[in-house]
């Protein structure tokens, strides 16, 4: 292989590797992103580099010794803060997003499987869901009545363990419950809490109404009180009536922003926030990608155990992809 090849041999796996990579989503709530970003900076002006969190120490570094550049580092440091503060904060809004949206479909589509099934279901099965129906959805719908109503349907389809469709009910009510919430207690009935309130109880507050609302008009046209089929039918329509907007849970938009923050702090002192890449080191970053890294990750707190940034670059937070498209739009401007 000639010496050109075996320079460009790791840009080949560098493609692989990427292609492998999983999308950055986001996955999970960040505690750190709570933090006051004001109290915090001025934590870090009182107390000195010296008894900072590792992550910026290391930061500092790179700015008073390897750029020499001692006079500007700390506020350089403390300044990106900020902008890391905001990227976890958009993180964690954008979890919370797709969590309430992912737990709206599930509802949606737990009750339009138990519609379907209810329809099929043995009569014995059916009239005791509606007698349900009739006692647990008594005057105006709201949050308890609906988990009452759930719950008590869970209970009335465990008593037909002959009957298949009225398991399939049950394994929509509660069958498949992380093992958290089916361990816990409701405290407005004292009843095990099922998976589909647990879901209920997840939406956003205005779907929530959105069903409330549904059910209460349903309960003032049935004077002797509405059926099960019907009840599960309302929840299903309220829910498809406001369609939900789908939201990204890609956070790749999020991490350029925060690079495009920092990197304009750092023009403003006199640095250069440039991209390093050697097609002979492919695990090679540069000092601007490696301080964008440590003042996100103490923010992110991904590991509490971890003292270093992973030497492993498929698992970096801020990728080169990301360098580039922020420092390409900050160029053209």
Sequence with gaps: ?????????????????????????ANKAVPLARRNPDVYAKQLEIAGPEAWPEFLRAAWQ?????????????RVVIDAVRPANVCARAITARFHATTSGQARDMVLRAAKRISARIKRIPAAARHALDEVARCELDGDANSETIAGFLTACSEVVARFPDAQLAQEIQDELSGWPNAAAA???????????IHLVHEFDSMPPFERREVEERLTILLKDSPSGPLALEAFTAIANALKARPHAATRRSIVGLHVT????VAEIWRHSGLEPGRSYLL??????????????????????LDPRRKTVPEDRSEWLIRDEDLKAALTAIRKK
């Excluded at 292989?1 to 989503?25: D, I, N, T, Y």
């Excluded at 700015?63 to 700390?74: F, G, H, Q």
């Excluded at 361990?183 to 809490?193: G, H, K, L, M, V």
Aim: hydrophobic share 35%; glycine share 4%.
């Design 62 to 74: 790179i700015v008073a010794i390897e750029l020499r550049k001692p006079d500007l580092a700390t």
């Design 1 to 25: 292989m000639s010496p050109a090849k075996k320079k460009l041999a790791p840009v080949g796996k560098e493609r692989r590797a990427r292609k492998q990579a999983p999308m950055r989503r």
């Design 258 to 261: 925060y690079v495009s923050g």
């Design 183 to 193: 361990a816990t207690i409701d405290e407005r009935s004292e009843r095990p809490r």
């Design 280 to 301: 002979d080191k492919p695990q090679h970053k540069g000092r601007f990608h490696r301080f964008l890294e440590l003042v996100l990750r103490d923010h992110l707190d």
